[in-house]
């Protein structure tokens, strides 16, 4: 599975950010996408058409990866976001 | 010399649905374009289907409001080609005719409405104010600020993208010839006839001879009756549109205001699409202004657009905004359309400026109707260009 | 025009870099030193551009990106990014490149906005306003440059400027002390962390980089494939590996690269699949420019080779892929051979699983800002498709919208430092800050390593190209084209076929909706373009690039709400 590099690497202190109201651990600084992707998350929305979308390019071109973020008020490009604690996400087909 | 009964100058909507019925009365057409088809104002404006008389129409005083509604004969033809046009053409052109909200948020708006519908009635069209709760019934995603609306049930909008190609493929199956990427270079009268003549991308030129010329060249109408050495008062203008990503279904009408510069709308694929006649910006060539180079949005008006559709219409808010541009339209200087023959040079006939994508399909319609038969089937003497013989008075040799 | 009771936020530069990549760091480290005020926008958070994609500045990396292939940028990177006197800008997107308001000019710093408390009326403006030339774009230099009356010891980001940031709270600089310039050359609008406003600048360089030219296959659009750069972004920046177990399919060197980084990372690589026949590839490896002036590439691509072997990795030649399969995410792929003619033989598949595709044919270069200015434009297929024309100091056809990296051709990191020099000097000539004989003197030796890596460039782009007909061979009708609007090839082909005008691949977007959604075109353009130069026996440069908008990205509708 997805996980991240520890050998050579110092993180902050872990955060958490909650998706879908569950709590995630994740790092300042680190994106949203990471975070997510860490956390078992591949599928970021389902289009109007209701496919999955799931990230693509990693650098803010395709759109692949736009969430819902705090109340669903706003969506961000997961990939461009930095990870803040107490973020909400929320993502589809995700328990 | 290749010979057709009519050359019509101008892919956009009223041109290639000029040529269609053209060739549909059993005219032979040739159609120039000089760039593709659809590619200005036709497929750049926001499809309104709008038949109340618009902001732009009224705010300049009421001797003025008063001339300006004599286009609504046009629009009551409008809204019944409008029905019929999809079984005509055979094709989805996204027409959705489901009622046009004009919204007033305060007590002046409403005696603007008001106002409105007294010219609107006078000419024929019904139209109904509706108290804030009849708003909200029927329309729940308006804000609380909206305390009555004109509505007008036969307003909507339709799909820009793709009438024009309809009206394209459409009169190609009838044998019009169609030629972009080809601009005409003259156009000199020779006996009964006009010769065109034209250069395309490769250099390539070509004359043709011509019965009539239809001249539906939009915001460039003025530059074609100078080759005819006519003066045609069109200017072109340049107009914000902005588009907002797909949201799930919401607003079922055409939205304007009563007093503020907006048309709000849903496109079929979901699209928000936000416009209502904030100016853009064009490009200059020297101390000119260029018709020819992409004009832009100004900021400042995206802003203004924007921020007022998204205070009528709340839930647009944390939606994105995709693209903004500014399309080129022509207005001429009473706002009326320029629809019929120029009495100074005969056999030339312009469709141009007003409401061209409302009213399109009907100017077509008419004006073919004038070169084939002679007559039209509505009279339309009202926006002929005779009105401005005290101009072409000097210009036309005949 | 409609005169607006509420104006947008303005800041004004001297120089504004679109781009914090080498490029952008090399012409602000050049820039600099002339004593030009420098301003620096960037959507990431941190400066490098793709190829030096940096961890969080929350995160300590021990030995990061290790390999030689990024001693140079590094070396740049280095020597700018903890610069003061830069007004750096980062997480913001350039939205728009447009002709200043002859509305606005005066009224720049009277603004009804808590970002900006000053008023900036200040001598310099009012000509400008009154001979209505601030639109210099392409129509010469008429009514922009006060650079003559800039104050060249009080550049950027550290003049007393009163008037707060708009952006991030920073001084804005060369509004300071040197009088506000008529209305500048352009106007850029900008959506950065605290909003939309515009920025001002006498001359804008514009060094936006390139991104991965995707291929169409059916499954492509299945949870897990992604571009292989932005495998490698995660490894790189994130410190995190995307996934299990990989499978690389594509043209380009990069390729081997990542794989020798995911699995230093750990992960597995199932196989590293290549469209080049082997001996294609040595023979190319073997021209005599490459192996004299490159032999340290070519010397750490065969470590990477025994890694891989060691790890047991396959590295395959003359295959590509052509599906990607799985329920909710990617199972496996499935790859065919290609034979002499490139074209693909589907009875010799293999399969292999994996639950991540990484797929890499080369890089399209960021081309929607160039476009949307105005700039003109060229096609050059393997050098990344839309280039922009310039002239020999880098200016594009615009006026004061200068070009560096990979917008004039897809040339690489090394050589985009060097386009950043020659495009530092062309606008330190073009502000008058130096003269032409000095201009000259300044570009020589980025002018003459800029031949030598562009030379072994376009080495590399023919080594790297996808057989010419790969893309119209993987994709079938049912295969998604545009991923945002879910048009299918086999749609396009249906429009194309009833709809004769149509030439363009703006043409077929009014039509179809292809290129409409939130990536406005950026994945399936090229792709877009090659069916439609199909259907009409053309080259994919006749065919056009789609019409750049502002906003060149999708924004936020909050981002234009009025303040109240």
């Known amino acids: ?95 | 010399m290749t010979r057709f009964d009519v050359v019509v100058l101008g892919g956009g909507l009223v041109g290639c649905a000029a040529a269609y019925y053209l060739a549909r009365r059993g005219a032979s057409v040739r159609l120039i374009e000089q760039g593709d088809l659809n590619r200005e104002a036709s497929g750049r404006n926001a499809g309104s289907l709008h038949f109340q008389l618009e902001y732009r129409l009224i705010r300049y005083g009421d001797e003025r409001a008063a001339q300006f509604a004599q286009i609504i004969p046009l629009s009551r033809v409008a809204i019944e080609d409008w029905r019929g046009l999809e079984a005509e053409l055979q094709a989805d052109l996204e027409v959705g005719m489901h009622g046009g909200l004009i919204v007033a948020e305060s007590e002046s708006d409403v005696a603007l409405l008001e106002k409105r519908q007294a010219l609107q009635e006078k000419w024929g069209l019904g139209s109904s104010l509706l108290s804030a709760s009849e708003v909200r019934r029927i329309a729940p995603y308006l804000a609380d600020s909206v305390i009555a609306a004109g509505y007008f049930p036969h307003e909507g909008h339709a799909n820009p993208r793709l009438v024009t190609p309809a009206f394209a493929r459409r009169a190609a199956a009838l044998d019009a010839s169609i030629q972009t990427q080809t601009r005409v270079t003259a156009l000199l009268r020779d006996g009964a006839e006009w010769v065109v003549s034209t250069v395309d991308r490769a250099g390539c030129t070509q004359d043709v001879m011509a019965g009539a010329v239809l001249n539906a060249a939009g915001a460039w109408a003025g530059e074609i009756g100078a080759l005819a050495h006519l003066h045609l008062p069109i200017f072109a203008v340049p107009l914000s549109m902005n588009v907002i990503e797909r949201a799930a279904p919401l607003i079922p009408h055409l939205v304007q205001h009563a007093s503020q510069r907006l048309t709000l709308k849903q496109v079929a694929a979901g699209n928000v699409l936000v416009g209502g006649g904030w100016s853009g910006r064009f490009a200059r060539e020297g101390s000119a202004m260029s018709t020819q180079r992409r004009a832009e949005p100004v900021i400042e008006n995206v802003m203004a657009n924007l921020s007022l559709a998204a205070r009528l219409v709340p839930a647009i808010g944390g939606l994105h905004l995709l693209r903004s541009w500014a399309g080129i339209t022509g207005i001429t200087t009473d706002q009326m359309p320029l629809l019929g023959a120029v009495p100074e040079a005969p056999g030339f006939f312009v469709a141009a400026g007003g409401a061209a994508f409302t009213h399109g399909p009907t100017y077509a319609r008419l004006i073919s109707e004038l070169i084939v038969d002679g007559r039209p089937s509505m009279s339309i003497d009202l926006y002929s260009p005779a009105r401005f013989s005290h101009i072409n008075n000097f210009m036309a040799s005949v | 025009m409609v005169a607006n009771e509420q104006q947008a936020a303005v800041a004004t530069c001297e120089v504004a870099i679109i781009g914090a990549g080498p490029s952008g760091l090399a012409a602000a480290a050049l820039l600099r030193e002339h004593g030009a005020a420098v301003t620096i926008i960037d959507e990431q958070a941190r400066a490098g551009g793709q190829i030096l994609r940096q961890p969080p500045k929350s995160y300590s990396v021990a030995n990061w990106l290790p390999a030689k292939l990024y001693d140079g940028v590094k070396v740049a990177l280095r020597a700018v990014e903890e610069r003061q006197d830069i007004d750096w800008r980062f997480q913001s997107t350039v939205l728009g490149i447009m002709r200043p308001s002859p509305y606005r000019a005066l009224r720049a710093g009277a603004v009804r906005s808590n970002h900006i408390d000053n008023n900036t009326n200040v001598a310099g403006t009012e000509p400008d306003l009154a001979s209505g030339s601030q639109d210099t774009r392409g129509e010469g230099s008429a009514g922009y440059g006060s650079a003559g009356v800039r104050d060249s010891r009080n550049p950027g980001g550290i003049a007393g400027s009163e008037l707060a940031g708009v952006s991030d709270g920073r001084n804005l600089g060369s509004i300071a002390g040197s009088g506000l310039c008529g209305g500048g050359a352009h106007e850029l609008w900008i959506h950065g962390p605290n909003g939309l406003y515009l920025l001002r600048a006498n001359a804008v360089l514009l060094a936006p980089g390139c991104y991965e030219r995707p291929l169409a296959f059916p499954g492509w659009t299945l949870p897990g494939v992604m571009g292989t750069g932005a495998i490698q972004t995660f490894v790189k920046s994130q410190q995190f590996v995307p996934g299990n177990r990989f499978l690389l399919a594509g043209s380009h060197p990069l390729q081997l690269v990542v794989a020798d980084q995911l699995l230093s990372a750990g992960a597995q690589v199932a196989a590293v699949v290549f469209t080049q026949r082997k001996q294609q590839a040595w023979l190319l490896m073997r021209h005599p420019l490459v192996a004299l002036r490159h032999h340290r590439q070519l010397l750490e691509t065969s470590h990477i080779f025994r890694r891989l072997r060691r790890a047991g990795v396959p590295v395959i030649f003359g295959h590509t892929i052509v599906s990607a399969d799985g329920a909710a995410v990617v199972e496996r792929a499935t790859i065919a051979a290609i034979d002499a003619k490139g074209t693909i033989d589907r009875h010799k598949t293999k399969v292999f699983d994996c639950d991540r595709v990484g797929i890499c044919h080369g890089f399209l270069t960021s081309s929607e800002l160039a476009r949307q200015a105005g700039a003109e434009m060229h096609w050059k297929d393997h050098a990344g498709g839309w280039l922009a024309r310039h002239n020999e100091w880098l200016e594009s056809s615009v006026k004061n919208l200068f070009l560096a990296g990979e917008i004039t051709g897809v040339d690489g990191a090394d050589a985009a430092l060097e386009k950043g020099r020659i495009a530092a000097v062309g606008i330190l000539r073009s502000l008058g800050r130096v003269d032409d004989r000095q201009a000259h003197n300044l570009a020589a030796t980025a002018r003459n390593r800029l031949s030598h890596q562009q030379s072994f460039a376009a080495i590399l782009q023919e080594l790297a190209r996808p057989p010419a007909s790969l893309a119209l061979q993987t994709m079938s009708d049912d295969t998604i084209l545009c991923r945002c609007e879910s048009i299918k090839r086999g749609e396009l082909c249906q429009a194309l076929a009833d709809n004769k005008h149509i030439l363009s691949a703006d043409a077929a977007k009014l039509l179809t909706r292809v290129g409409m959604g939130l990536c406005q075109g950026r994945l399936c353009g090229d792709n877009v373009a090659r069916v439609i130069a199909e259907a009409r026996g053309v080259q994919p440069g006749k065919v056009g690039p789609f019409q750049a908008q502002a906003p060149v990205k999708p924004v936020p509708l909050a981002a234009f709400m009025r303040r109240p």
């Open chain 1, 1 to 95: 599975m997805s996980r991240r590099i520890t050998l050579g690497v110092v993180r902050p202190a872990a955060v958490n950010i909650f998706v879908n109201g569950k709590a995630v651990e994740a790092y300042e600084g680190e994106s949203v996408l990471t975070a997510l992707m860490a956390g078992g998350v591949l599928v970021m929305s389902r289009d109007s058409f209701g496919r999955m979308r799931a990230p693509f390019c990693n650098m803010g071109v395709c759109f692949d990866c736009m969430v819902e973020v705090e109340d669903g008020s706003s969506r961000v490009r997961a990939c461009l976001t930095p990870v803040r604690a107490g973020l909400r996400v929320i993502v589809p087909d995700h328990n």
